[in-house]
T-cell receptor, first 117, second 111 residues
């Protein structure tokens, strides 16, 4: 298995631009998570999905952030408009509690390093 | 969910056992102890978890005290590739939104 795939790996954009981060979870996993990591705040859960349905988005910082999961193999995290304080590494993770891993081990992707100028 | 306390950093000689402590004095009866690590510039990686019994897998051992207020992650023979930030996390089994990573312990394995 290729693991969790994220794209792009690096993104540099200017303030006010729209940014879209992409994630492909491990095949068969029915939970998908989006995290943000900064030096100041550490690793924070933004939102998670179960069977493509958003379950908890209480970690999404504000309305500029939105996430979708149109099917079991693809999810996006969009920031519109982007601001310099959004600069961070964004991780996607997936898990499958009902399968071989009943204890919710999460498999993380390599992350997208976002820089907003 | 219970919060955890870990030392900021630790050093370990290559080939020796690395013992990483974690305090979780407010842990509840239904909360598990999870350990993850993050090697520089990579996503976090699951290591091991436990409820109250000691656990061992191919990566590490987890020792949980009888009162469950603290635990120790043991890497039996640390290598340079084990240099990473190690996170101790406490949460109930299906509380995904309570997966607090905290600041972790930076383990430096030295030759």
């Amino acid at each position: 298995d290729a693991g969790v795939i994220q794209s792009p790996r690096h993104e540099v954009t200017e303030m006010g631009q729209e940014v879209t981060l992409r994630c492909k979870p491990i095949s068969g996993h029915d939970y998908l998570f989006w995290y943000r990591q900064t030096m100041m705040r550490g690793l924070e859960l933004l939102i998670y999905f179960n069977n493509n349905v958003p379950i908890d988005d209480s970690g999404m910082p504000e309305d500029r952030f939105s996430a979708k999961m149109p099917n079991a193999s693809f999810s996006t995290l969009k920031i519109q408009p982007s601001e310099p304080r959004d600069s961070a590494v964004y991780f996607c993770a997936s898990s499958s509690p009902s399968g071989e891993n009943p204890y919710n081990e999460q498999f993380f992707g390599p992350g997208t390093r976002l820089t907003v100028l | 969910d219970a919060k955890t306390t870990q030392p900021t950093s630790m050093d370990c000689a290559e080939g020796r056992a690395a013992n990483l402590p974690c305090n979780h004095s407010t842990i509840s009866g239904n909360e598990y102890v999870y350990w993850y690590r993050q090697i520089h510039s990579q996503g976090p990686q699951y290591i091991i978890h436990g409820l109250k019994n000691n656990e061992t897998n191919e990566m590490a051992s987890l020792i949980i005290t009888e009162d469950r207020k603290s635990s120790t992650l043991i890497l039996p023979h640390a290598t340079l590739r084990d240099t990473a930030v190690y996170y101790c996390i406490v949460r109930a089994l299906y509380n995904f939104n309570k997966f607090y990573f905290g600041s972790g312990t930076k383990l430096n394995v030295k030759p």
